[in-house]
């Protein structure tokens, strides 16, 4: 059995090589969740205190995604997936998993509120 890959590199360094890219994912995404959870947190908690402008919960999601915070985490998981492609649909999935569940609590947080101020002048007409 032949040692080495077609890309010249020893087929055990490069196993090492994977493993090591798909650990650093998998901590990256577990650090994304880690930080979008704590950021809607605070989020819903400034929205419920109504110290925060409500937005919809997509608006929300999008400045989550753009923040100082996040992008650096995103980013190192990002770069691991250029250079190991297979790993790109567990990213996506992860990545998926976390904007459903946390867009849930924000919309479930958010609806109420725009419903009632949207409907509040027709209310009285129910009477």
Known sequence: MNPYNSNGNIHQQDLQARNHARQEI???LSIEAQRTEVMVNFLINKISDEREVLKPADAIWDDIQNSVQLRPVKAKADNNVADYPEFARLVA???GYIERVQ???LQKLIEPIEN???FA???AFAR
Do not use: I
């Open 103 to 105: 867009k849930q609590r």
């Open 116 to 118: 009632q101020r949207r």
């Open 26 to 28: 998998t901590r990256m």
């Open 121 to 123: 002048n027709t209310l």
């Open 93 to 95: 999935g992860r990545r």
